[in-house]
């Protein structure tokens, strides 16, 4: 879809989704047909089957009390491994090495207890400026239950633009005193994707512990987490993987890592033969399952379920490849229809950098976002300046791509946005 011969008509959109083998997914989604939902990335719609999964929960417990821990279609005490198995083709790893736990900022403070051991000269932790803040106060926090002086002992990678972060810059800096590293798999603003392949090989190569977080990567794109190697990665499941508002989240450990013990124990970390023994000897499973702490919270487990039977359904591989065209379409878009409004594409354009969203940035993003919202276009405004817009491959059209990027034309030609302060809302 070059620029030069680019067909910008709605016709062309028309197309593009007549020739779209995930079109009917959207059946499976509740979607609001007066607006344009392009913050799957943020939070993910409800599906059908979610609903259905939590509806199933709510009604096995009301037929069974106790007893649905371990009878009817679903037992609860085996869903979190069950949906660990589910989950592991999503993130490329085998069932045993994913588990359905925690939320993110938990499972990363239970994965840094577990594989950060500084010793000697290694004591430092690496991360990167422009990562997630909930990471970074995990990682300083971390720091200071070994009683280390964060501002010494974080070291993040600077950004040359404030975007992207450069692979390069990474290897650079893993020096001989870093005892673990923790990135990101797609930046949450630019979108850029690390090439965790590579990083993983050269943190090996010097001895270092490496994770991931997942969160916008998980559902959007294939990974290859047991093949690189990647010691271990965390994630949420409410953004892609669309299964609610503060969901069960998720943990791979690499297989050679299974077995060691969990950094924060407690009753579910067990063998699940050994758990009613009630020893006050933890015998931890021999999977990722060790990585849990207490009682799954199973109304905000169920509706995992339904969703991921629609990403076994889709498939990962021809997600990522309508979310690229998805996202390509709209660079173009945005290159021929608004060309002179002073928008600048702040995300990575090549296929392989590029992760879910389409990042645009413009002094004016604050109050063009709500413009948008007025026009029920749902974007996600991220400070400074920044507009992302994510078209999914499970739920959204080329036609909801062509409306939106018309309708964000319509609001700079009449200067909608000027009605509203270049501020942004308490949640955004
Ligand atoms: C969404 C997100 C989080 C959120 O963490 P929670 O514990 O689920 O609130 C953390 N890190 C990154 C990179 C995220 O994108």
């Not at 991360?127 to 926090?141: C, G, K, M, R, V």
Request: glycine share 8%; hydrophobic share 35%; with cysteine.
């Amino acid at each position: 879809m070059g620029t030069q011969s680019f067909d910008h008509s709605k016709a062309y959109a028309l197309k593009l989704d007549q020739q779209d083998e995930l079109a009917s997914f959207k059946n499976e989604f509740h979607v609001k047909e007066d607006s344009i939902y392009l913050i799957g990335n943020s939070l993910g719609l409800l599906s059908k089957r979610a609903e259905g999964a939590l509806t199933d929960l709510l009604e096995s417990w009301k037929e069974l009390g106790i007893d649905g821990w371990t009878e009817g279609d679903t037992p609860w005490f085996y869903l979190s491994e069950q949906l660990g198995g589910m989950l592991a083709p999503l993130v490329g790893a085998k069932a045993e090495e994913v588990i359905a736990t925690g939320s993110t900022t938990v499972n990363l403070h239970q994965l840094v207890s577990t594989f950060y051991h500084p010793e000697g000269k290694k004591t430092k932790i690496l991360a990167d400026e422009l990562t997630f803040p909930s990471d970074i106060f995990a990682l300083q926090s971390q720091l200071k239950l070994k009683g280390y002086d964060p501002d010494e002992h974080l070291v993040q990678v600077k950004s040359r633009d404030g975007r992207i972060v450069d692979e390069q810059d990474i290897i650079d800096s893993m020096s001989e005193e870093i005892a673990l590293i923790m990135l990101p798999s797609v930046m949450y603003r630019s979108g850029q994707v690390l090439d965790m392949e590579r990083l993983t090989e050269e943190a090996h190569n010097r001895g270092i512990t490496i994770g991931f977080d997942l969160c916008h990567s998980i559902g959007a794109l294939p990974h290859s987490l047991s093949e690189w190697g990647a010691d271990f990665a965390f994630w949420c499941n409410y953004k892609y993987v669309n299964a609610g508002p503060g969901s069960v989240a998720g943990i791979y450990v690499n297989e050679k890592h299974l077995g060691k013990a969990p950094g924060l124990a407690g009753w579910f970390s067990s063998d699940k033969s050994k758990q009613f023994d009630m020893d006050h000897q933890l015998t931890p499973a021999d999977t990722a399952g060790a990585y849990q702490i207490g009682t799954p919270h199973m109304l905000s487990l169920a509706p995992l379920k339904g969703s991921l039977e629609i990403f076994a359904e889709a498939g990962i591989e021809r997600i990522r490849k309508k979310s690229l065209q998805l996202t390509q379409y709209m660079m173009d878009l945005v290159e021929h229809d608004l060309k002179d409004y002073g928008f600048n594409i702040g995300n990575p354009i090549e296929d392989h950098r590029r992760g879910g969203h389409v990042y645009l940035e413009h002094p004016e993003a604050a109050r063009i976002c709500k413009a948008l919202k007025m026009n029920k276009v749902i974007p996600d405004f991220r400070n400074p300046n920044g507009i992302r817009l994510t078209p999914t491959a499970l739920y959204n059209s080329f036609e909801d791509v062509w409306n939106a990027i018309q309708i964000l034309k319509k609001i700079m030609d009449d200067e909608q946005y000027k009605q509203f302060e270049n501020k942004r809302g308490v949640v955004a």
